[in-house]
């Protein structure tokens, strides 16, 4: 038998739904953090974007909450017309 190395795979996802987590938890920095490390390893995903906006709405942090959500709404735009 033959096995292959092929290494840790991180995916957003982890980090998405742990950001939503901690948004129904009520910790928005967590949130916040977790969104911007799903963000990291996905640059295009648009949710990360979303979830960032949602993140910074709770922290009072409104101007760049509409700036993670314009980002959002332009990279599901590229998405979809893909």
């Known amino acids: 038998m033959q096995f292959i190395e092929v290494g840790t795979m991180v ?17 928005p920095q967590e949130a916040l953090n977790d969104a911007v490390q799903a963000q990291v390893i996905s640059p295009i995903w648009h949710i990360a974007s979303y979830l960032q906006a949602a993140a910074l709405f709770a922290l009072g942090r409104e101007n760049e909450a509409q ?16």
């Open 11 to 27: 995916s957003p996802t982890v980090f998405a739904r742990r950001s939503l987590s901690h948004l129904m938890s009520d910790m």
């Open 67 to 82: 700036i993670a959500l314009r980002e959002g709404t332009v990279l599901e735009e590229k998405h979809n017309d893909a």
